[in-house]
């Protein structure tokens, strides 16, 4: 810029001015914006050099825009200079408003430091303002403060947050600039630090911007990500809302839990897990739902059949509002579960014959009698405790004296003992028998009421043996414990192989459970022995089954076109409270041996 006669400047000069400050607000990033600067100071204000130094994050200054030579620019730009040289720098020389000129005579100490500078040799000023090579002439740039004027005079410690350092050097005039140059060198610089703070602002933006865009890309694949996986995982899934009026209501299924459960996704939103799962395991699910976690429940399907799942269930929880939704793996585990079932029936079950096994006996006679003696029971009941029936009397739905047919069971049956035949107490059985035994083995007796103040035995219905130990018939009733051991087995065994004899023991099994009720048990304790569990007997009752099953087992069997025979003793005892499992069937035990010696051998039928 041209010294003119001040205050008297052209018009030309401020257009020239005004244009190079409109242009700090044209450039498109920070880089530009830094290098409009310096080229500002060269194209507007009449300097040949000006360089734009930069404060980094880590407080130091870094060239980042030269103008007006290329050397200078190729030899220093990128370099850095630390912060406290800059600040040492700031502080010398004449303050010129918040400009700072530091004369050759003051800054010769400042040749050695570390900010990168570019400078020529001249001759000594030949008068007092003319501008010498080693004068050093610096506008430094605060960041803008919401309100604030600018003021001359503002020394730069002040507070203010330093942006840069524009250094210039070589007015084109070659004099020191007067109040109108530096006036506009520091306005300037004013200028140029809003056009930096405005560039890094929408730098910011844009960084800001494209990071939004890669996370909503981002969101957007891994929404598609759950959306792929959600709907064609190979188990069910389901989205369930939680919290509101319509908590645990289901949002979303895929297309396995539709088919798995027999319905379209439309009806399925009508729905929550809480009307599809099976009435035993409501309290399952709802722990579950609340908790999170895993379960293995039954659910309803559009049939009105039960499939076994497992139940994953994930709280999708947000920070701000809690949890939002219920994640739900379901995976079919109808196979597993039938696999398991038939596991424990083996276990249970004599592999031969199909019948409950000895473990398994001694396991339903033990949950039918308990360690308080019958005497002290009997009080209790003739005092009006111990709910239910007593044996004295017949069982609703009991038929005497004589036992109904019952369909015989094989191998892969299911029995359930419910000794006495319709629940007393009116409860119904369940709707599912496939999954009764053995894991919801109960043996409800119709415990209608527990008085208060019971003890630990009270709820328990006892277990009384007929008086005269079943000699006599008194009309009392009682479970009878009929003890079974074939007579001539061996001999077929020895005789025709073992082959015939599994099918013996086979069609024994068959005639035996045939012969019984439904509510009754019929048991293979080993080799030849069976036991028969049958409740709500008299004494004659018990006797006139003995001779029934007795007479089932004694006609040929056809065994590979072969007939065989076998005869059978009977001994019948009685399970009482106070007794254990070991004694009723060491006493049925005793009474059959009685009944064999004392029977005629005429009259026993061999094969």
Known sequence: METESEPYVRLSTLRQLHRVVADLNTARSLADTLQTVADGVVAGLNYELACVNLVRPDGDLVVAAFAGSSAAEALITGRVGSRASWERRLSMGCSWGELRFIPHTEGWVLMDDDVPQWHTDGPAPRFEDEWHPHDRLYAPMYAPTLGSARTGGVPSGSGRELLGVISVDRPRNGRHPGPW???ALQMYASQSA???????????????????EREQQALRASEESFRQAFEYAPSGMAIA??????????????????????????????????????????????RTSAEGGRAELRLGRRDGTYVWVSLRNSVVADTAD?????????????ERKRHELQLAHRASHDALTGLPNSAELRSRLSARICERPAAYAGAEQGAGYGGGFGYGTEPPGYESPGHGPAGYEGPAGYEVYDSGGTDPAGSEPSPHPGYDSPYEHEHEHGFGFEPAGAGPYDHHVHV??????????????????????????????????????????IEVARRLTTGVRDGDTVARLGGDEFVVLADGLGTADAADLAVRLRNAIIPPIRVDGRAVRVGASFGIGWAECGMTAEEVLNSADQRMYVEKRSRAKAHRRAG
């Open 194 to 212: 809003i056009a930096i703070s405005n560039a890094r602002l929408r730098s910011n933006m844009q960084r800001a911007l494209v990071r939004l």
């Open 241 to 286: 809302e939680m919290g509101g009026d319509q908590h645990g209501r289901l949002l979303r299924t895929n297309d396995a839990l539709c088919r798995l459960l027999g319905r379209p996704a439309s009806v399925m939103r009508r729905y929550s897990f809480a009307d599809l799962v099976h009435p035993g395991d409501i309290g399952t699910l709802l």
């Open 464 to 505: 009384v043996a007929p008086s005269d130990g079943g000699e006599t018939d008194d009309g009392s009733k009682g479970l009878a414990v009929l003890f079974c051991d074939l007579d001539g087995f061996k001999s077929i065994n020895d005789r025709f192989g073992h082959h015939t004899g599994d099918a013996v023991l």
């Open 322 to 334: 809690g949890p939002r939704f219920l994640l739900t793996h379901v995976e079919d585990i109808e």
């Open 181 to 183: 140059g530096q006036e």
